[in-house]
């Protein structure tokens, strides 16, 4: 026998060692997550300030930014024209009624469709049926309007509760009376808003419009308060002074050239196809009463 050793096999045919692979860190495979699942609507909402604390300072914030621009003329035209509505039956002055109605679109912070679908709510409620404070009325009817065309309410509620601890369960024993009443589509609205926004207009020259009414109006409202007004800081002038409300004293008068009357300059005019074509930009605008 051969004392030398077999000699070892050659390795030229065997594949190559592959590296092992590298597990990604957690955060390389987080971020890989939130690629291919992005964050839901519900999601985001989930991530909000939950504590009642961050939810008044939220709402804080919604306010303090509404008041820095001030209500706008034209949402004080309409919400003159519904106080105005709301006084015809002579029970309570239309003034009264403008301070209230200014003060819940403060605190609610309304916008212009806000405000003429708060309108169309108020003409379907049954008044005789009433048997809460006018002021207590306008607010729950306003905040049904909110609740319905907002996604998030949560500062609101959190500002409203803080005002009342039982306000939420007493609103939403009294929201199942009005439900009826917020079946409210983009051909209600748009048929508002032309209502209310019919300005008076000089005698004798349509083209012309004649602010003295409403400056009257803003002058009354100035006064002090009403005697009859049992809750003083309700309707405090000193509130509205500071609240973010133009004054009569803010705008710029101009005479005009048919006759001496002090006219404001011409505000925007309300369009007549206002939101046409609003169920097809936004279906879930109407209530599920409306889609059924």
Known sequence: MSDQLPKKRSKRGRPPKLPEKKSKPDSDL??????QNPTTKQEKAIEKPKHQSDLLEVYNNLRASFLNTGVSQQSQLLIRRISSNLSSSGEISSQLLFRILNEVLQELTLNELEVVSWAIALDRYNWKENTMPIQNLLLNVAFAVKNQLNEDIAPYKAYLSSKSADYMDEYSSWAETIKPLMSINAKDINNKFKEL???VGVPGDSKIQDYNYYVDEILQISQPAIQDVKDESLLSVKKYESSGLRKASDFDFESSTNNNHAVLPKVEVMPTNFLEGWDK????????????
């Open 30 to 35: 987080s971020e890989l997550s939130k690629s």
């Open 281 to 292: 930009a936004d279906p879930s605008f109407h209530s599920p009463a409306s889609k059924s």
């Open 197 to 199: 926004g019919k300005l």
